[in-house]
């Protein structure tokens, strides 16, 4: 039976810990209710941007452009790894790392080597610890995302494709689908790979551009990369939000359960000890 | 879209400016500034940086400040895909003298060499349209 000091200390301890997990609590639900409104008041023009992106390689031909041909000679490839900076997010980061960690090996199997680049502290801890080679390290990168920030990201991304000698940019990031699911995805930004532009049937194909298609085509595609990495920053902050605030609840629940659980024991001793004495007691008054 | 109006959508990354229906919409194109109108064929531009009309429905029209982005003209209406939109209240007009100065400096260039010419002037001209767009609104006032 532990000294009921003990317990009673560990009672204050835990108590401590509910009230500070609960506060990150309220506090990652605030920033996520932010987060997840910029998810949504980005989807728009991501969404337009796809329907102009589709209408302007129907209609701009076959031709490769600097940022669309596919390259494969040079077996080095760029994985972007885009995590939080701090943990107390659950299996978020641990979650993106395994998926990443896969995809890495297989491309190894295949024999292409793999640089990385870290947006998040945690991403560049994790590249050092498994002995990725790391080119660059950011942090509060997806910390109140915004599209300045995004158009250098993706500029700076854009001028190592072209001048690192890479065949590919990966981008691997946590994809928000709501509070409580969130799925680490690794997607392909460079060489872009247009969506297949179908034919619909009462959309017309001869649409003026202006300056013309060809020329039209390459700022298209930048701004594209920029959108993508404007997104990614998006649903990676809405996604560490949602999922700190899911783990922060559900250790203010466990927090709960062991104060339960301790005010039992502790009561328990206590009353444990008062019949102690009440025995000790009477047996002392028959003795006489 | 019917002949007598324009469905209007002017977007930035970060949020959705205007929704609704217009009368006509000015843009200052790559190649110069335009007017879309209603029955406009379909159409994708790049834009530049400088001052959008908006004469929206029932309203009188309003003059917002832009750069970069597309436009996208097609059946169902006018997209404006836009980097930045701002409203003349919105516009920071101290931010926008400082910039406007530091790209003059730029471009004189007393001090600094291989400085990146084409980037100065884009700077000089979105600070210039911002000054002079929320330099007309202040008269009206």
């Not at chain 1, 990495?229 to 559900?250: I, N």
Request: charged share 25%.
């Amino acid at each position: 039976m532990p000294n009921l000091k003990d317990i009673k200390r560990r009672l204050v301890s835990v108590k401590n810990t509910q009230k500070i997990t609960h506060a990150m609590k309220l506090v990652s639900a605030a920033k996520f209710a932010r987060a997840n409104h910029a998810v949504i008041a980005a989807r728009p023009y991501s969404n337009g941007f796809e329907q102009m992106v589709e209408k302007v390689v129907l209609a701009g031909g076959e031709t490769p452009t600097r940022l669309t041909e596919a390259r494969g000679q040079n077996k080095r490839e760029l994985l972007v790894l885009v995590s939080t900076d701090r943990g107390l997010c659950g299996s978020l980061n641990s979650g993106l790392f395994k998926v990443a960690t896969r995809f890495v090996t297989e491309k190894a199997n295949a024999g292409i080597a793999m640089d990385t680049i870290a947006w998040g502290r945690r991403a560049g801890m994790f590249c050092r610890r498994v002995k990725w080679k790391l080119l660059l390290e950011k942090e509060k990168v997806t910390d109140k995302p915004k599209y300045p920030v995004a158009r250098g990201l993706a500029e700076e991304l854009v001028t190592m494709y072209m001048t690192g000698g890479y065949d590919a940019v990966h981008v691997a990031f946590v994809e928000f689908k709501s509070a409580l699911s969130q799925v680490p995805v690794i997607k392909q930004l460079l060489p872009v790979v247009p969506k297949e532009a179908t034919k619909k049937p009462g959309v017309p194909t001869h649409i003026l551009m202006e300056p013309v298609a060809a020329k039209l085509i390459e700022p298209v595609l930048e701004r594209l990369i920029v959108a993508q990495v404007f997104r990614v920053l998006l649903e990676a902050a809405a996604s560490e939000h949602g999922a700190r605030m899911t783990s922060m609840d559900s250790a203010t629940k466990n927090a709960k359960e062991v104060v339960k659980k301790l005010t039992l024991q502790y009561n328990r001793g206590r009353q444990a000890a008062i019949t102690k004495e009440l025995i000790e007691i009477t047996s002392g008054a028959a003795a006489l | 879209m019917s002949q007598g109006e324009l469905t209007v959508k002017i977007l930035s990354p970060e949020r959705i400016l205007f929704r609704g229906t217009a009368k006509s919409l000015g843009l200052p194109g790559m190649l110069g500034y335009m007017t879309l109108l209603p029955g406009h064929a379909p159409m994708v531009a790049e834009l530049d940086s400088g001052v959008m009309t908006l004469e929206a429905d029932g309203m009188a029209a309003e003059k917002l400040f832009v750069t970069g982005g597309f436009v996208d003209v097609s059946g169902e209406g006018v997209t404006v895909l836009a980097d930045v939109v701002e409203k003349t209240a919105e516009i920071n007009i101290e931010r926008a003298k400082k910039a406007l100065g530091r790209a003059e400096e730029r471009l004189t260039g007393h001090k600094v060499q291989g400085i990146d010419v084409p980037r100065a002037l884009s700077a000089k001209k979105r600070a210039a349209h911002r000054i002079e767009l929320a330099g007309t609104t202040k008269h009206l006032h």
